[in-house]
């Protein structure tokens, strides 16, 4: 079978063009990807740096007892438990709000 040189040049250009497309893309999404995580991050560093104040009058909304200790659990939103009461570190005991989409380790 004979092959045109045109045929084959028209096949090479699209196949070259949608590789370089698809790299493109991959790359820009990557990249979306790596800003949004670092917004992540920077948004965390904010709230770890937040103090946290556990007075006598303070209590655990899930048990509902005071803080004996300094071993606590903090939520994204604020809400502040006993370690033993957080179940799921990504899910809020008390609002049942979830902060993330990853399954709890067990």
């Known amino acids: 079978a004979h092959w045109s040189i045109g045929l084959i040049q ?3 250009n699209r196949a ?3 590789s370089m497309h698809s790299q493109r893309t ?3 999404e990557r990249m979306l990807a790596r800003g949004e995580n670092l917004q992540v991050k920077g948004a965390s560093v904010g709230l770890k740096r937040t103090p946290i104040m556990l007075w006598e009058e303070r209590y655990c ?3 509902c007892r ?3 200790d300094n071993s606590f659990a ?3 939103n604020g809400e502040v438990t006993h370690v033993q009461c957080a179940r799921n570190k990504y ?3 008390v609002t049942g709000r979830l902060f993330s989409t990853k399954p709890a380790k067990k």
Do not use: G, W
């Open 26 to 28: 991959t790359r820009v």
């Open 16 to 18: 070259v063009r949608q």
């Open 91 to 93: 899910v809020c005991p």
């Open 66 to 68: 005071p803080f004996s």
């Open 74 to 76: 903090r939520y994204p």
């Open 61 to 63: 909304k899930v048990c």
């Open 10 to 12: 028209q096949f090479l």
